[in-house]
């Protein structure tokens, strides 16, 4: 999936931590041990992030460079689909899923997937924008 669109699809669906580990590793290029002191996570979990993400982007290093411009942007993006009793709703259609909550947002919110991809490159460069105005 293309790079971008899928951080923002992790943060639709709550998966901050995913974004959060991806950003430690790939761009402040931390160890997993220290990675699980900060997030209180196990070395597992942070493992099978680190790699899973291989199968799940088409560059790893493209991934690397969108997390290091946008990374505090994706992590205002707001979650569309919530835990509930079980399994996910999504605030959108009031569809519930027990599982797979990505594949809710891709199969039916697509177009919404990457208007917010968008809105974070916008806000992302507006924001550059503005640190290299005032460092001028
Ligand atoms: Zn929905």
């Given at each position: 999936?293309?790079?971008?669109a ?15 580990v ?39 290093y493209?991934l690397?460079?969108y ?6 942007v994706?992590?205002?993006v707001?979650?569309?689909?919530v ?11 009031g ?6 909550p ?31 105005a005032?460092?001028?």
């Open positions: 999936m293309e790079e971008l899928w951080l923002v699809l992790q943060a639709m669906v709550g998966r901050y931590h995913v974004i959060d991806l950003y430690l590793y790939y761009v402040e290029r931390l160890d997993t041990r220290r990675i699980g002191r900060r997030l209180g996570m196990g070395g597992y979990s942070i493992r099978s992030i680190v790699e899973g993400v291989w199968f799940e982007v088409r560059s790893v493209t690397q460079s997390l290091s411009r946008y990374y505090p994706l992590l205002e707001e979650p569309v689909m835990p509930s009793e079980d399994g996910f709703t999504c605030r959108l259609c569809t519930s899923v027990l599982r797979l990505a594949r809710h947002v891709l199969d039916r919110h697509q177009d919404l997937v990457l208007l917010v991809r968008d809105m974070v490159v916008r806000e992302g460069r507006a924001r550059a924008g503005r640190a290299g005032s460092q001028a």
